[in-house]
T-cell receptor
Framework: GESVGLHLPTLSVQEGDNSIINCAYS??????FIWYKQESGKGPQFIID?????DKRQGQRVTVLLNKTVKHLSLQIAATQPGDSAVYFC????????????FGGGTRVLVKP | DAGVTQSPTHLIKTRGQQVTLRCSPK?????VSWYQQALGQGPQFIFQ???????QRGNFPDRFSGHQFPNYSSELNVNALLLGDSALYLC????????????FGPGTRLLVL
């Protein structure tokens, strides 16, 4: 079946260190992936996306890597800051599925001062 | 430029009642998607509206219905509320093009007693 899942439910990281959040997907037809950040009491906030014709994409302090061979997606946050504390979701979108997003269960990132 | 807005922010209902949630999309967006997010889980796709019609639907019963108005705003209606309908209801807007980024509103927290 289809699923988008995460390896670690909680990630504790020291302020200033780099964070890596992982996500596995099982549907090889997936061709668009998005990372969202959700702070307590708020809606998901778009961070970065990547299409299946790419292996890597960089934004401001964030990098997304896509390994289609092992169906693995990761989000790297450089120099993690207290404001990065949140739950991070990867979401999958297949062109054949229209604009429906399928979300994983989320990883909570806790930044220690 | 206002982002996605939703109302109300919080709502308390009792079992069997009906509820209407509202969403105004981001300026320039014509597509509205609704998601249900149970506590501690990722959002689940309910349905999507484009050109005032339901374009796509997730695995939700007919108790969940919606509407899109000519100004692209949308409503989500839930009839015969169940305790299990308690969740954060999220609205996301995008352009009509498939696989364009979806931007989320802050959500409506619904509690069914």
């Amino acid at each position: 079946g289809e699923s988008v899942g995460l390896h670690l439910p909680t990630l504790s990281v020291q302020e200033g260190d780099n964070s890596i959040i992982n996500c596995a997907y099982s549907n090889s037809a997936s061709d668009y992936f998005i990372w969202y950040k959700q702070e307590s009491g708020k809606g998901p906030q778009f961070i970065i996306d990547i299409r299946s014709n790419m292996d890597k994409r960089q934004g401001q302090r964030v990098t997304v890597l896509l390994n289609k061979t092992v169906k693995h997606l990761s989000l790297q946050i450089a120099a993690t800051q207290p404001g990065d504390s949140a739950v991070y979701f990867c979401a999958e979108n297949k062109r054949a599925a229209g604009n429906k997003l399928t979300f994983g269960g989320g990883t909570r990132v806790l930044v220690k001062p | 430029d206002a982002g996605v807005t939703q109302s109300p922010t919080h709502l308390i209902k009792t079992r069997g009642q009906q509820v209407t949630l509202r969403c105004s999309p981001k300026s320039g967006h014509d597509t509205v998607s609704w998601y249900q997010q149970a506590l501690g889980q990722g959002p689940q796709f309910i349905f999507q509206y484009y050109e005032e019609e339901e374009r796509q639907r997730g695995n939700f019963p007919d108790r969940f219905s919606g509407h899109q108005f000519p100004n692209y705003s949308s409503e989500l209606n839930v009839n015969a509320l169940l305790l299990g309908d308690s969740a954060l209801y999220l609205c996301a807007s995008s352009t009509g093009t498939v696989q364009e980024t979806q931007y989320f509103g802050p959500g409506t927290r619904l509690l069914v007693l």
